[in-house]
C-alpha cells in the first residue's frame, strides 16, 4: 500500500476526533464566536494536513487532491451545474421541517445584521474548503490509485457517513447519498471544485432559509437599540 494511502487514511481517523466532539460540544452551547471559531478551525484541520503531508512526501499536491479545473464529459459539468441550481430551492422547502430547523442555523442569533450574515457565510465557506480537500480529495484520489473503485468508494463514504453519525444516526445515513454522490462528481471531473460549490449551496441556502423560517429570529438592517 503506498505511503499516501496510509497517511490519508489515518489523517482521516485523527482528524475524526481532534474536531468533531469539540465541534459538537460547542454547538450544543450555542456561542456565537465560538462556533464561527470553530468552522475556522476545521477548514484549518482538514484543508492544510493534507497539503503538508503531500509536501512532505513529495507528491503531486494539486491532483492527489483534486485541486484542479474541472475536467471529463461535458454531461457531468452539466449535472453538477443543475444541482447546484436545484439545491437552492429544495433547501427553501427542506428548511420549513420541523427537524430541520431544531439543528438549523446553527448559529442562533434572533437578529441577523450585515457582520453576522457575513461571518456566517464566511466561516461556512472555509471550512467546506477544507472539508472537501480531505473527503473529496485526501479520501478519493489516492484511494482510487490503489484500490478499486467500489472499495474506495465504500471507504470514502463510510468515513464520511461515521463522522456525521457522531451528531445522529439519522445524519450519518443521510449524508450517504449526498456522499455517493460528491463522489461521484468528483472522480468524473477529476476535481473538487463542483463538490466544493454544491456543498456552499446546500450549507449558505439552507442556512439562511432557516433564519426566515424561524419564528424568532430575523434579518435586520442595523441592530436595534
Known amino acids: 500500500m503506498k505511503s499516501t494511502v496510509i497517511y490519508s487514511l489515518t ?23 465560538k462556533i464561527i471559531l470553530a468552522r475556522v478551525y476545521g477548514g484549518l ?7 503538508i503531508i503531500l509536501l512532505v512526501l513529495k507528491a503531486n499536491v494539486l491532483n492527489s487532491l483534486g485541486l484542479c479545473i474541472p475536467e471529463g464529459p461535458i454531461s457531468w459539468h452539466l449535472i453538477s451545474i443543475f ?50 480537500i480531505l473527503f473529496r480529495g485526501f479520501l478519493l484520489f489516492p484511494l482510487i490509485d490503489e484500490f478499486s473503485l467500489e472499495l474506495a468508494m465504500i471507504i470514502n463514504i463510510s468515513i464520511y457517513s461515521l ?11 443521510g449524508t450517504i447519498p449526498i456522499g455517493f454522490i460528491l463522489f461521484v462528481i468528483a472522480w468524473k471531473t477529476n476535481s ?6 454544491i456543498h456552499w449551496a446546500m450549507a449558505l441556502s439552507n442556512s439562511f432559509f432557516s433564519v426566515r423560517h424561524q419564528p424568532k429570529m430575523e434579518f435586520v438592517k442595523r441592530k436595534k437599540v
Not at 484541520?45 to 497539503?51: C, D
Open 163 to 173: 463522522c456525521h453519525a457522531t451528531n445522529s444516526f439519522r445524519d450519518g445515513l
Open 192 to 197: 473538487i471544485l463542483y463538490p466544493i460549490a
Open 83 to 132: 444541482l447546484i441550481a436545484l439545491l437552492v430551492p429544495l433547501s427553501y422547502f427542506q428548511s420549513k421541517s420541523s427537524s430541520n430547523l431544531a439543528d438549523y442555523p446553527q448559529i442562533r442569533n434572533s437578529q441577523w445584521n450585515f457582520k453576522l450574515i457575513f461571518q456566517n457565510s464566511a466561516s461556512w465557506m472555509f471550512y467546506l474548503i477544507g472539508y472537501e
Open 11 to 33: 489523517w482521516a481517523l485523527i482528524s475524526f476526533y481532534l474536531y468533531w466532539p469539540l465541534f459538537f460540544s460547542i454547538l450544543k452551547k450555542g456561542n456565537t464566536r
Open 45 to 51: 484541520l482538514f484543508g492544510s494536513v493534507p497539503i
